[in-house]
């Protein structure tokens, strides 16, 4: 006799997505230069392509977190970029499947944290007086 083992769905695998096919938005949200360059920066070394990564920045300045959104099915790589930017950045808010499915970006990162603050130089006036004494002569009547 013979026993016939019911078999159940055959997961499929997720097909990987390719790091260097992925296209990120990186958008300054505190106004603090070179913030978006930095994130750039630690995605690229993390192995996302320079070409598909544009910066910009947000309307308003005042982003206390960063977030990174992600477009539907790229849930491992809104992580992979978490894991990327953790060390430099410590408030990371993840939204995944956020992204509209028409946007031209898979994943959008607007940074947040350290609110950028002018340095107004200061310049600091010394008095220095000096006084100086200029002889008066004053003549005499001679007899």
């Known amino acids: 006799m013979w026993l016939l083992k019911k078999k159940g769905p055959t997961p499929t695998e997720k097909p990987k997505i390719e790091k260097s096919s992925v296209k990120i938005q990186v958008i300054n949200g505190t106004g603090t230069p070179g913030q978006a360059g930095l994130v750039v ?3 690229e070394e993390a192995g996302y392509a320079t070409d598909n990564i544009k910066t910009g920045n947000a309307d ?12 539907v099915g790229f849930g491992d790589i809104v992580e992979d970029i978490e894991e990327a930017l953790r060390s430099d ?14 946007s031209e970006f898979d994943i959008v990162v607007v940074t947040g944290g350290k609110i950028f603050e002018a340095v107004i130089p200061t310049t600091s006036v010394s008095a ?5 004494t200029t002889p008066t002569l004053t003549p005499t009547p001679t007899p």
């Open 41 to 43: 920066k630690a995605l």
């Open 89 to 102: 950045f410590d408030k990371i808010t993840v939204k995944t499947s956020s992204v509209d499915k028409d």
């Open 60 to 71: 308003r300045f005042d982003n206390a977190t960063m977030t990174i959104e992600g477009r």
């Open 128 to 132: 220095t007086s000096s006084a100086t």
